[in-house]
């Protein structure tokens, strides 16, 4: 299993430019998630997905767009870059059905900066 | 609204040093507690967890254990090593699945 992975792993933007950050997973996972990581703030959801054609927000999701059109990949959209969304974008996945103690999957993260 | 409140680092000890990186959380019910382990340039692993009060959680010397009177999920290493060094996460994830992460913990182990 490859497990969760993401690409690019790096990425240069300019304002206002727009991109789609890849995630995928071969685990079979219901649940998918994208977090972007900042000095000093933790992780932060920015959308979340608990199967296909379901998807839903997080605690940051203005500036992005997500879909689910399968179970194994769970794409982010930049709409239009801003030097704010300069962050490092963690996608994960885990198994759904209520259990609250699955563990997250994460993939090796994206490193955005928006000049 | 939930929330994990972690120790501020970043952490410095010498190689066989102990290790208590604290954290105490907020949340209405009875949540899972993990510990995460993010490695240089790397993703965030699993490194332990524990789904109810009292159960002890523990991976690689590391443990931890579920106090729900103190709200606490303290992690613990008797003796630390170089590959140690690493930002460390705790976080809870609710019975509705969703998950909060504290801010994170960076610990240097020096030889």
């Known amino acids: 299993n490859a497990g969760v992975t993401q690409t690019p792993k790096f990425q240069v933007l300019k304002t206002g430019q727009s991109m789609t950050l890849q995630c995928a997973q071969d685990?079979?996972?219901?649940?998918m998630s994208w977090y972007r990581q900042d000095p000093g703030m933790g992780l932060r959801l920015i959308h979340y997905s608990v199967g296909a054609g379901i998807t839903d927000q997080g605690e940051v999701p203005n500036g992005y767009n997500v879909s689910r059109s399968t179970t194994e990949d769970f794409p982010l959209r930049l709409l239009s870059a801003a030097p704010s969304q300069t962050s490092v974008y963690f996608c994960a996945s885990r198994l759904e059905g209520g259990r609250s103690y699955n563990e997250q999957f994460f993939g090796p993260g994206t490193r955005l900066t928006v000049l | 609204g939930n929330s994990v409140t972690q120790m501020e680092g970043p952490v410095t000890l010498s190689e066989e040093a102990f290790l208590t990186i604290n954290c105490t959380y907020t949340?209405?019910?009875?949540?899972?507690l993990f510990w995460y382990v993010q490695y240089p340039g790397e993703g965030l692993q699993l490194l332990l967890k524990?789904?109810?009060?009292?159960d002890k959680g523990s991976n690689k010397g590391f443990e931890a254990t579920y106090r729900k009177e103190t709200t606490s999920f303290h992690l613990e290493k008797g003796s630390v090593q170089v590959s140690d060094s690493a930002v460390y996460f705790c976080a809870l994830m609710t019975n509705a699945g969703k998950s909060t992460f504290g801010d994170g913990t960076t610990l240097t182990v020096k030889p």
């Open positions: 949340a209405t019910g009875y949540p899972s």
């Open positions: 685990m079979n996972h219901e649940y």
């Open positions: 524990a789904t109810k009060a009292d």
